[in-house]
């Protein structure tokens, strides 16, 4: 059996404005498709806050309901900083660019 990949691309910044359309997006992703890998791929992403963080909080834990992965891959040097102080380096994967 196959593992289910799946890719959600960001573009623009990941804050306090863009996060109900981000969380919409990506939850309709998760419950359609119940992902086993879960990519988020941020390479036209600009800036991220601690609403993106919560927001990768909240799809890790949707994902774990399936027994599924999340990765991020393409962070801009901002964005993975601010990956690593939140800790999600320790949950999230690192996926290669």
């Known amino acids: 059996m196959s593992e289910k990949q799946r890719t959600y691309k960001i573009s623009g910044d990941v804050d306090h404005h863009s996060f109900p359309a981000l969380k919409r997006g990506m939850d ?3 419950l359609k498709e119940r992902p086993m890998k879960l ?5 036209k992403a600009l800036f991220m806050d601690s609403s993106g963080i919560g927001l990768l909080i909240g799809r890790y834990k949707s ?3 399936y ?3 999340m990765y991020a891959k393409n962070m801009n040097r901002q964005i ?3 990956f690593r102080i939140a800790g999600l380096d320790k949950i999230i994967g690192e996926g290669k660019k």
């Open 28 to 30: 309709e992703l998760i």
């Open 39 to 43: 990519i988020v791929d941020f390479k």
């Open 67 to 69: 027994c599924g992965k």
């Open 63 to 65: 994902v774990q309901k």
């Open 80 to 82: 993975k900083r601010a």
